[in-house]
């Protein structure tokens, strides 16, 4: 697979700050926040396959934050492709709790901060 295009280096590095996509508390845990950082029109395809909405994955979310889960992660293998004029497809690698998955987000550049328009994770195996 090609690196990043150097010339998006700096989107890559705001975009890589910003996952794993619901899991940095450090952009906000309230279900205000990830309204914020998702467009009305988001959707996610989950690891299972099944397709979710974005008013399903605020209400996930919500309920999530309310007790925060203790986890460990750690992201890689990082890569991010221009897909149209503001819009960029990011892909990765994450662990989280012993899970492998391969995650693709698609960002969308404002004028004032990020948003997320898809996200997608697929099992890779199991550690």
Not at 42 to 62: H, I, K, M, N, P
């Amino acid at each position: 697979m090609e690196p990043t295009d150097e010339r998006l280096r700096g989107v890559l590095d705001d975009l890589v700050r910003r996952e794993p996509l619901f899991h940095r508390t450090e952009f906000g845990t309230t279900r205000a926040d990830f309204e914020a950082m998702t467009a009305p029109d988001f959707w996610e395809t989950g690891a299972s396959g099944e397709r979710y909405s974005r008013d399903f994955v605020l209400d996930v979310l919500e309920e999530r934050y309310k007790a925060p889960p203790t986890e460990e992660w750690e992201t890689s293998d990082f890569r991010c492709q221009e897909l149209g004029a503001g819009v960029y497809l990011l892909t990765y690698t994450l662990v989280l709790n012993g899970r492998r998955t391969r995650r693709a987000t698609i960002w969308q550049q404002g004028a004032d901060d990020w948003r997320v328009l898809y996200h997608q994770g697929t099992v890779v195996q199991d550690l």
